[in-house]
């Protein structure tokens, strides 16, 4: 799977390379900016299971990101967001839900009246002591070490181990405060290297990491959880400081809220529940599957007569559709992510039904095909006007399909404002939603969808394109 992550290798390698700056001590200043972000507000819902009206309405707050909240395939997702819409629901409440653009404007809506509930993991310290009460249980998280597992070499095993090492770390960030730390308590040098936040995020460091072009960084563990399952080929566990509690947070006026939150939290049903969300968010392989593909025996898949017969309706070609099946499923009908989309073509269950496809029927691969042309019919009439080549628009729906139009909408406008071509994909849109991982650009006024994890996507189209290019060469149309 190397291969196609090496374009996004090159172009974090490239950023890097033209921002850091390394001093004696590994101590670097560089200059950041920050943004203003959106915050847009939703209803998730009006009524409870059973179908009645609810009156009152719970107003709670979030920010955007990979575990607390973030949208996928048109769906909103995220560890905090789904306990949050369970609780709510346990209290018999319409959710009303805002999305703060840093910490301290979630914590300022509280105070203010605005949010009653902070769905997000407020640091529990004497600062935040004084301007919340928390609630919920408390979730543990440290720095941690992320490193290659390489098989026969011992690695790092503790701090010691890092002395003379070469460190990879977001610049002004508290990782880079730990490690200047650690040199003062070893007494020793750690070639500490700064990056730029508004070049690289810590997910891009930790793709570095995977991918052998920097040994080390450092990461808080739930960020390093939720990576592994991306990466299976990382060494998380050299913890690098002592633990960090957080947990949720109201308004210091509001202890029954407070109350009401820990009393769910404690029923053995949201005990579960916790587990499975658990297990789905920081356990569950997010790889996409993926493999060397023989197209000696002169078809693609048994399959491929239902390609034949939808793609004519989308006017693709069939192989394109048949490329995006493999990215998907590796031609499985019985396939499930850990989303929950279905099937040959990997369906979310909401998208099927909007094409009228019950649940069960996903794993037809007739059906799963169908639904999937119809999506992309769609998602092709949605961006001709933005990206009139019919050429260059499909990488664009290819995309869409990933990560859905929200995010690709935002990409464009990102491409606009940042001096890309707001038509081509390749190292333009593309690179736009790369940028969607960072927050210095996911809080950016003309972002209204917020964090993407468009390093996925990237390679998710890269993978299907060179999969087509070889069909081509290859298999008859």
């Not at 990382?234 to 210091?252: C, G, K, N, Y």
């Not at 995006?324 to 073509?345: I, T």
């Not at 019919?390 to 859905?404: L, V």
Request: glycine share 6%.
């Amino acid at each position: 799977m190397k291969s196609y992550w090496s374009h996004i290798t090159r172009r974090l390698l490239w950023l890097i390379a033209t921002a850091v700056a390394i001093v004696p001590g590994g101590c670097k200043r560089a200059a950041t900016t920050q943004s203003s972000g959106t915050m847009p507000s939703m209803i998730v819902a009006d009524n409870d299971s059973t179908g009645e009206i609810l009156t009152d309405t719970l107003y709670a707050v979030t920010l955007y990101g990979p575990t607390s909240y973030f949208i996928y395939k048109g769906e909103p997702m995220g560890y905090d967001y789904t306990l949050l819409k369970e609780f709510a629901a346990y209290s018999h409440k319409a959710l009303k839900l805002d999305i703060a653009p840093s910490l301290t404007a979630a914590v300022d809506m509280l105070r203010d009246g605005k949010s009653q509930l902070l769905a997000y993991n407020v640091p529990i310290t004497a600062h935040y002591r004084d301007l919340v009460l928390h609630c919920g249980p408390e979730n543990y998280s440290t720095q941690v070490l992320v490193q290659p597992k390489v098989k026969g070499e011992p690695g790092v095993a503790d701090v010691t181990g890092l002395v003379g090492k070469d460190v990879y770390v977001i610049d002004d960030s508290k990782y880079l405060r730990r490690l200047n730390n650690l040199c003062e308590e070893l007494a020793a040098e750690i070639n500490i290297h700064p990056v730029s936040p508004d070049s690289a995020t810590a997910e891009d460091l930790i793709a570095l990491v995977s991918q052998g072009e920097i040994p080390f960084t450092v990461v808080d563990s739930d960020i390093a959880r939720l990576n592994e399952t991306y990466f299976h080929d990382l060494d998380i566990t050299v913890e690098l400081s002592t633990p960090q509690r957080a947990s949720w947070a109201v308004a210091p006026r509001d202890k029954t809220l407070a109350d009401q939150v820990d009393q769910w939290f404690a029923t053995e049903q949201q005990s579960d529940q916790n587990a499975d969300l658990l297990k789905r968010y920081f356990e569950m392989s997010k790889a996409e599957p993926y493999g060397t593909f023989d197209f000696s025996k002169g078809y693609i898949s048994k399959y491929d007569n239902l390609f034949k017969r939808y793609s004519d309706a989308i006017d693709w070609d069939w192989r394109l559709l048949a490329a995006q099946a493999y990215a998907e499923s590796l031609f499985n009908p019985k396939a499930r992510s850990w989303v929950g989309a279905r099937g040959l073509m990997q369906v979310m269950p909401r998208t099927g039904r909007g094409y009228g496809a019950s649940v069960g029927s996903l794993n037809d691969p007739d059906v799963s095909v169908k639904v999937a042309t119809r999506l992309i019919a769609d998602l092709n009439r949605y961006l001709m006007d933005l990206v009139p080549n019919d050429k260059e628009r499909r990488k664009f729906i290819i995309a869409a399909y990933n990560c859905g139009i929200a995010h690709v909408y935002d990409a464009i406008a990102l491409a606009k404002k940042h001096g890309l071509d707001p038509q081509k994909w390749d190292d333009n849109v593309e690179k736009a939603l790369l940028m969607k991982m960072n927050p210095q650009y996911y809080n950016d006024p003309v972002v209204k969808y917020g964090y993407a994890r468009g390093s996925e996507t990237s390679a998710y189209v890269k993978r299907i394109m060179e999969f087509y290019d070889n069909a081509v060469r290859e298999i008859d149309k």
